[in-house]
């Protein structure tokens, strides 16, 4: 302990950061990288298939969408007209009604007052095989003039040479390039994380769902980070799971991670857990608001409180989705072909639109732009045109009926019934424990610690969506620890993670929401956002990174042998052991 407390910060990652590969997988991207990464690769979660079926689904999981309902129409016009009065800019048929009249610029009066570059527009993927003795694609040789060279190199040849050299299709394609393959292509794109969720329904079978996640991760391993299959026995991998996962699927996680990759062996943190580390901090509320789904959790002296979750099913891409339709019912949508359920560059496209000019703001906010249309295998379409209504889409976070997360719904839940508990026998077990760490630092359920007394045991059942919107979501988390203590100190030290947390004027909003959404009884009149010391978007990947090279003792990890032959079955003396309740193992070292 003597040495952690001399060492410098880059000398224990330099040592102990090169073999630990951190993994925080999420439903629309994946972080991934070696501890010694000053920042993941962040990666599209996703996977296109050469498919020949007949009608081919751009979207294996597109059947599971819905369109919105007559009910849900009214209640997002509802919200959008509460969501006006509080930004003081007219009202949804107010402004229809006004169209035609000039309107008040928010950001200026003038051409696009951001970097033209983001106004590039999408390339479609080349889906065919490159030529081994060339670095040109086989498909674009003809577009790039060559395709007499080509028949010059064969005459003589006999036809079935001819044939043989006949562009051949990728089998697989991986992150952006599967997002931005045309429609009119053979190719089926996957998720195989759907809403915090293993992305298991009737059409994405269990077993395609792991195939996919298996050829996804492999593919950063061996193409991103440059480590073979034979010499990943020399690694150790840190799972970084959303707080949304099931004990199942964590369970096929670490199978996936220790039997299918191969690395020697594994741990598993919570994604609010590592975010309070990330920005080394002990004690704070944790806001995580992904692409699909947003949770909230509690940390208390980094033990994370399961009590205090909740978890909300929205999130950014549903704010770009809600972008698409104020532009459509205002008119200020070009007459195009959008449709980001089924055509994934067009949702590409409308992140980009949202984190260039959605904030959160008072007045009329509009911006000149380019938006592009992207039809089947044509080159993309540019059309100039005046978004309005640019900070009413953010708000969605606190009012959700204006996001209509039902279109696009989570996966079915009929898969997680898991009989094999993983918590049940971890409560009545010794768990081994250094000699050196005294009774009161280990964080065991049988060494006398008051702080675990309390905790209820979780089954196995899937985690409850709370229909709420993110301040009565925080409010509701803090103020179920029950101590004013620490609710106090919770509600000034809000972390907000996750990319939609760079949105422009969204931590004074929280702020302010959360504290009206406080309980007049409660003697609470402090509300705090804290900023964050790293890139939101990374904060939980960087968190993980620290509680790996600090975990000296490794307790918690498990080793591929163990976990193949004996799995999570009692008598096994590495048994998987719930992260909640290992959470503070970093901890023991830091505070002794």
Known sequence: MDYLKTVVPSQLTAERGPNLVVINPGSANIRIGLATHDTPFNIPHCIARYTSQVPKKNVQDQMLNSQITTAQHMEREKAYDVIASLLKIPFLDEEVANNSFPRKMGRVDGYNPHNSKKETAFTWTDVYEKEPNSSLPLGSSINEGVANESLDQHEGSSSKELISSKPKFRQFIFGEEALRISPTEPYCLRRPIRRGHLNISQHYPMQQVFEDLHAIWDWILIEKLHIPLNQRNMYSAILVVPETFDNREIKEMLTLVLRDLRFSSAVVHQEGLAAVFGNGLSTACVVNVGAQVTSVICVEDGVALPTTEKTLPFGGEDISRCLLWTQRHHQTWPQIRTDILTKPIDLLMLNRLKETYCEIKEGELDAVTVVHSYEDGLPAGSHKTRLTALNVPPMGLFYPLLLVPDVYPPPPRSWFHDYEDMLEDTWHLDFPRR???????????????????????????????????????????????????LQRKLFCSIQLIGGVGLTS???????????????????????????????????????????????????????????????????????????YFLQAQAMCYINS
Do not use: C
Request: aromatic fraction near 8%; charged fraction near 25%.
């Open 505 to 579: 004027g969204l931590v004074p909003a929280v702020e302010e929401r959360v504290l009206h959404a406080i309980p007049s009884n409660e003697a609470i009149d402090t509300v705090e956002v804290l900023q964050s010391r790293t890139n939101p978007i990374f904060v939980s990947w960087k968190g993980g990174v620290i509680l790996g090279i600090l975990d000296f003792g490794r307790d918690a990890w498990i080793h591929r042998e163990d976990w193949i032959r004996n799995g999570i079955h009692i008598g096994n003396g590495r048994k998987y052991k719930d992260s």
């Open 435 to 485: 000699s050196d760490i005294s009774d009161g630092l280990y964080p065991g359920m049988n060494v006398g610690l008051p702080m675990w007394d309390t905790y209820p045991v979780f089954t196995a059942r899937p985690k409850k969506e709370e229909k709420v919107g993110i301040a009565e979501a925080i409010t509701s988390s803090i103020l179920s620890t029950g101590r004013i203590d």
